[in-house]
């Protein structure tokens, strides 16, 4: 036992010894999603945030309309290339929110003790004492006692800008609410939140629809975050609507939100690319001293993993056996060959202590221009999993230089490692391949030039 520990050990070499070398640098594997609003919207802000380590930008469409996310996207088009970084475009949608609109403009002040209606006839102005919606059925959908939210879109949590209703009855379509905490209400819009209901909107809504298929489409969008997803047949729905509009590549991050999300977690995980939790919502929903232990639950690896199956799937045992050599090993990073993404994002799903460098060749095909783009969409969307940092090649300069793929593509890992001071000479790296039908994993040194 003892001998074998002892081949794990860095080798000692006198050239090691003598040539300086300049202080690693660790990546972040944690990835940020950075919302772009009216603060962040110049190239030069962008171009902060793509440098201070934002990897995904989010466009909100519950606010502001498309000609103003074109032009932030146009800019962070700017920037990204300014500071030479992919970054993924998500695009989130509005889903089944139920939003109060302050057409008045002027703040409106709750009191506690006091009562307020909540109405469909959006004629009315609001008030302290009526609040109208865009949503016919709330009266259909709540109970008395039941428990409302509203708060100021992206609200900060304080108690004084949002507030918690009681149901006290319904009368035809409008709800009267009992005030339980005092607010002020400022700003353009508010959210309503029900809790523990169900809201008869779609999850895709129309309008959602319509942005998908004039700005998404027009801008190939790589990844749509889908707002309150309910179950897995919301996502399949979004699947078969960005199949018929030519977004087959596009990738969906279900965003659970409310308690009906979570009954059905485990059906969505299956369908969704990506899940994201909304602590905020959620913890409308839940018991606070229930809340982290439900956080903690769903994203748990074993969570995760125990959909594998029994028998593990070939490609699933290659990805872990690489991750656990790597960590045998000391492997400053694995390096995997790619063309969909889908390797590096298996891989990243064992959660390697040390970056994945993801070398994407842009599929071939028989026209240049699109197999191209193909590759670069996937690219961007690995930058979205934890740890993975995708570098693409390119078929064209590897023939050119005389090399192999998997030559071309270990010396662009290399090079890059070292560009940003995450690999130094001799130091150890995982390759992980498809060969033919075969996957393979290999150790190799990094090149002491």
Known sequence: MQGANMLLDEPVRLTSVLTPVKPKVFPSLTKIVGTLGPNSHSVEVIQECLTAGMAVARFDFSWMDATYHQETLNNLRKAAQNVNKL??????????EIQVHNSTGGPIELKAGNHVTITPDISKAPSSEILPIKFGDLAKAVKKGD??????YLFTGSETTSSWLEVVETSGENVECLVTNTATLAGPMFTLHVSKAHVSLPTLSDYDKEVISTWGLHNSVDIISLSHTRSAEDVRELRSFLQSHDLQDTQIYAKVENTEGLDH?????QEADGVIISRGDLGIDLPPEDAESVYNQLVHFKKLVKHVGDPMPHEESVASSAVRTAMKVKAAAIVVFTFSGRAARLVAKYKPPMPVLAVVFPREGSDPTKWRSYGTTQARQCFAARGVYPLMASTEEAETGGLTREEYGIKLAQNYGRSVGMLKPFDRLIIFQKIGDSSVVKIIECDSS
């Open 87 to 96: 970054c993924p475009v998500m695009l989130d949608t509005l889903g089944p």
């Open 147 to 152: 428990t409302l939210f509203i708060g100021q």
């Open 265 to 269: 977690f485990d059906e969505i995980l």
